[in-house]
Nanobody, 120 residues
Framework: QVQLVESGGGLVQPGGSLRLSCGAS????????MGWYRQAPGNQRELVAT???????NYADSVKGRFTISRDNAKNTVYLQMNSLKQEDTAVYYC??????????????WGEGTLVTVSS
């Protein structure tokens, strides 16, 4: 069984910064794409950013230039550096990974989420 555990959420003032981390554990053969999604109250879950095993990144337009996604393949960990935070960034942030296990060529795994609140 593969698990994702997020950390780094919290309360920050507008204009501030936070760094989210997410580590994968379990019997993992390899990890394809890792990423972050978020869901604000009353909204659907939306893409924030993804990064492939080769390092290619993709960002939502709303976070381009402010957020940076990165990963450490050796540690099966993905990070999200969030700068110039806005109140509209307030949401539960979910870690995502597309994982290859010994018995399955590709499964989607989600973390439980970490709350980010941007407020003065």
């Amino acid at each position: 069984q593969v698990q994702l555990v997020e950390s780094g959420g919290g309360l920050v003032q507008p204009g501030g910064s936070l760094r989210l981390s997410c580590g994968a554990s379990g019997i993992i053969f390899s990890i394809y794409t890792m990423g972050w999604y978020r869901q604000a109250p009353g909204n659907q879950r939306e893409l924030v950013a993804t990064v492939t095993s080769g390092g290619s990144t993709n960002y939502a337009d709303s976070v381009k230039g402010r957020f940076t996604i990165s990963r450490d393949n050796a540690k099966n960990t993905v990070y999200l550096q969030m700068n110039s935070l806005k109140q509209e960034d307030t949401a539960v942030y979910y870690c995502y990974a597309r994982v290859r296990t010994l018995t399955n060529s590709g499964i989607d795994v989600w973390g439980e989420g970490t709350l980010v609140t941007v407020s003065s």
